[in-house]
Structures are given as structure tokens and as C-alpha cells.
């Protein structure tokens, strides 16, 4: 792995990562298959009633790593536990209004409006037993077919298999995810065979790699879009005229070229195309550098102007070369730029501190719809939990007016529409500027028989050895 996991569930951030790695030893009531739909997990069956009302039949005879019988009171409990105050999953569960275990097996879910996609929300939502869901050290005990053997931080985590595990039995007894910072160094364990799988492979190597018989390689672009974020609640970024300098100062294609390898899409909006709620009439702003000068002159900043530039340097792909390419091309309408790359843990930290006034940040659209980065990062903070990542200190009624009215429709069409009104009137406001959609990449050892989900998530109960080589 580039990068370690930020915690074990719940003493971790809300990072797509994370949950995927956390989520071979934790399930909810759903599961997403490859496409990212759900599918039937800690839950045999579902219905709904009304269009509030969800009613999950647990299969029989789930257990926890630890042998305890997985209860209806026990999902109730961890479902309420992850709409918690501080809790990981709080964004994710926010239309949650109560679970409830109507017997030993059967758990209602209300949620606070019609929310047909509360499904894919769950996937997120884990269960752990009642007994266990003590703050601030709650026990990683969880159903999924892995145990937490050992986390050293920043080193590895080695998960080992869960003998209680209800699926069939996954292909290896023991995995260990080891941290390799170093690009060239994950490269060369995969190689030289003391790695099967690595992540966020080179791009420089691609060829290196592809060429040899001993490793796949698995490119595509993902659903994780990159962009930059301005603080609008203070100079520079208050002034619209300075986002928009900004905006017109990028040129996408010249970033993807020099930074990324050529890999990756030119971004115009937070989701890429396959996402629910994609606006398709949003198009890569075009760079015009004489008028981002005219703009900055107008504003005040005709002899240029000072920023810093903060953002992490081990959690997207050549994440530290993007923010010196950004740095470069802002240079050239007059903008100084200091950039601060740190590693993730302390980047992650300054956000939740709220420090950065701008940054490069990335969002996931592992939903599959556009609702939750809209929720997450562009509407005004509520207590519970919407607008968490809104560290740009956005309000804008019209957008707030939007987000509600799509999360809270029940029907996809008309959802897919106000989200893509939101979409254009976050265009319309710059409190983000989109750069790229990234090019997801791994790498794979010939022996493993494995096709990524559309995420790119590592979820180990989908991993094989090969027929042809298989190995005890």
C-alpha cells in the first residue's frame, strides 16, 4: 500500500480506502457487489413497506470473530452508534432517522424522507455487537472474513481468516498490508514476488510493468475526482473574481500531461460521468491566462498575490507532483504559491482543525450517485453531520434548497436532475476548482485471479489463486 489506513472502524476518518480496507472484517446489513449495487450481507431479505419504512430479515446463524450470535439489537445498536456525535459513518447514515429490532432477527430502518438509495448507504453502516460499542476503545470485532490480527501503524496490518465467517471460506489464510511509500519500491516487491498485489502503481512504470509476464496491470479511470478548494469566508478567496482568476489560470490537459503521465480526464464537476446526477452540460474550463491576470488586477492583486497551497503527498496518484504543476501554472498569471505536501494522517489533521485556506482534496463517488459529495462538501454544516467536509466555508441557500430537494425525492429521475442543478450552480460559485477524474491503478502478481471492482476497493473475499497455479 502507498499508505496505511487512517484506524480501524469506528477510530478512523471517513476515507474511501479506510472503509475498503476495513470492511474485510466488518459488514453491514448489505454489501456492494462489483458494480457497486447492493446485495443481501448480514441481511437474508428486505422490504419496504412505505416509502420510509425498510424492514431487514437477518440470515440465520450469523456470528462475530469472537463467537457472540449476531442479534437484530446488535445492528439497531451499531447503526444508532454510527449516527453518533464523532461517529466515522455520520454523514453516511444521516437519513437514518431510527433502527429499531422488532424480534431477534428483524430491524427496521426509518429514514427521515423517501431515500431510495439507502441501501448503498448501509453498505458503510457496520455492525459490531452491543457488548462492544464502549468509546473511546471500542473492540474490532466485526463478521466479515477477516479478524484483526495486528496494526502497526504506519507499517502494516495483517488480517487473519475468520473461522465464524457465514460465506465460503476466502482463498487465503493470512493477508498483510504492508505500507511501501516509496513508488519505486512497491514496483519492485511485486516484481522480484514478495508482493501479489500493489497499489497505485507508477505511472511512469506502466510499460515496465505491462511488459512483464509475471504481473497484470489494471488501469481505468475510477470515480474519484481531484480538485482544489478556497476557503470563500476570508481574502483571497472571498472575492469571486479571485476563484474565477484561478479556475482560468489551469490548463487540465497540460496538468494530466506533466504531473499525471498523460493518465486521467479533465474534471469540470465533483463526479465523473458514471455517477448519478453527472451534469453533462458542464464542460473543463478552458485556460485563459490574460484574463485570470485582468481578474486579479480588478481584485486588487495587480502586483500578484501569496498563497499556500496544502495537501497530501501519499494519498492520490502523483498527488505531490499535482500540486507543484498547480503551483507552476499559477506562477504564470502572477501567483506565488507555497505548497505544504504532507503525509495523509497530518494533512487529514489541518482539515479537521479547519486550517487549509487551499487545498487539494479528492472525493470518491463510491454511492454511485452525486448526493452524498454534495451533502459532504458544498452544503452549510447541520448538527447532524451534513456538510462535514465543507471546510471552505460555504453557505448558499439556492445549493442547500437543491441538495434537500434531491436527497429528499423519491424519485431517481427527478433526483438526478436537482442534482445536476446543484452540480451547475457549484460551477456557478467556484468554491472548488475540478483538475482531473483519476486513473485508478494496480498491479497483480499472475497468480491472483482477481477483477476489480468498479471502486478499485480490496475486498479480499473476491481474490483467488489462479486455477492453473494454485498454491496451498
Do not use: C
Not at 475468520?162 to 460465506?167: E, I, L
Not at 438526478?416 to 483519476?438: F, I, K, W, Y
Request: hydrophobic share 45%; charged share 25%.
Amino acid at each position: 500500500m502507498q499508505a496505511d489506513v487512517t484506524g480501524v472502524y469506528p477510530a478512523m476518518r471517513e476515507e474511501s480506502f479506510s472503509f475498503d480496507v476495513n470492511s474485510n472484517i466488518f459488514e453491514g446489513l448489505v454489501r456492494p457487489r462489483q458494480d457497486l449495487t447492493a446485495e443481501p450481507a448480514l441481511a437474508e431479505r428486505w422490504e419496504n413497506p412505505d416509502e420510509r419504512t425498510w424492514l431487514f430479515r437477518l440470515r440465520p446463524g450469523l456470528r462475530f470473530s469472537d463467537g457472540t450470535p449476531v442479534t437484530a439489537t446488535d445492528v439497531a445498536a451499531a447503526l444508532t452508534f454510527g449516527q453518533g456525535p464523532r461517529a466515522v459513518a455520520r454523514n453516511i447514515l444521516s437519513p437514518v432517522e431510527s433502527v429499531e429490532a422488532l424480534a431477534p432477527d428483524l430491524v427496521r430502518v426509518r429514514t427521515r424522507y423517501p431515500f431510495p438509495v439507502l441501501l448503498r448507504h448501509l453498505t458503510a453502516g457496520f455492525v459490531l455487537p452491543a457488548a462492544a460499542l464502549r468509546p473511546p476503545s471500542v473492540a474490532p470485532i466485526g463478521t466479515g472474513p477477516y479478524a484483526l490480527e495486528s496494526w502497526l501503524p504506519g507499517r502494516e496490518l495483517v488480517l487473519v481468516e475468520n473461522a465464524r465467517y457465514r460465506g465460503p471460506r476466502p482463498a487465503f489464510r493470512r493477508v498483510r498490508l504492508t505500507v511501501m511509500a516509496d513508488p519505486a519500491a512497491r514496483s519492485a516487491a511485486l516484481l522480484a514476488g514478495r508482493a501479489h498485489i500493489a497499489d497505485n502503481v507508477p505511472l511512469a512504470q506502466f510499460a515496465r510493468l505491462s511488459s512483464s509476464p509475471a504481473v497484470r496491470v489494471v488501469s481505468r479511470p475510477g470515480l474519484r475526482v481531484l480538485f482544489l478548494a478556497l476557503r470563500m469566508n476570508e481574502p483571497p478567496f472571498a472575492d469571486a473574481r479571485v476563484r474565477e482568476a484561478f479556475d482560468l489560470a489551469l490548463d487540465r490537459d497540460e496538468l494530466i500531461r506533466r504531473a499525471l503521465d498523460g493518465h486521467g480526464q479533465p474534471a469540470a464537476q465533483l463526479v465523473p460521468a458514471a455517477v448519478l446526477g453527472h451534469n453533462p452540460d458542464l464542460r473543463p474550463t478552458r485556460p485563459d491566462r490574460e484574463r485570470a491576470r485582468r481578474l486579479l488586477a480588478e481584485a486588487g492583486y495587480g502586483s500578484g498575490l501569496s498563497v499556500r497551497l496544502d495537501g497530501p503527498n501519499n494519498r492520490y496518484v502523483n498527488d505531490g507532483a499535482i500540486l507543484l504543476e498547480v503551483a507552476r501554472q499559477l506562477a504564470l498569471v502572477g501567483v506565488r504559491v507555497e505548497v505544504a505536501a504532507r503525509p495523509k494522517e497530518e494533512f487529514f489533521a489541518l482539515l479537521d482543525r479547519k486550517v487549509p485556506s487551499f487545498y487539494l482534496f479528492g472525493w470518491s463517488s463510491s454511492t454511485g450517485h452525486a448526493g452524498d459529495a454534495l451533502e459532504a462538501l458544498m452544503h452549510t454544516p447541520t448538527p447532524n453531520g451534513v456538510g462535514f467536509e465543507n471546510v471552505q466555508f460555504l453557505s448558499d441557500p439556492e445549493l442547500d434548497r437543491l441538495i434537500d430537494a434531491a436527497h429528499a425525492s423519491p424519485r431517481l429521475d427527478e433526483r438526478s436532475l436537482l442534482l445536476a442543478g446543484a452540480l451547475a450552480r457549484v460551477a456557478q460559485l467556484r468554491p472548488v476548482l475540478p483538475l482531473v477524474v483519476q486513473t485508478e491503478t494496480l498491479a497483480l502478481a499472475r497468480e491472483i485471479d482477481w477483477e476489480p471492482p468498479l471502486d478499485m476497493a480490496l475486498r479480499l473475499r473476491d481474490v483467488r489463486w489462479s486455477p492453473a497455479t494454485a498454491r496451498d
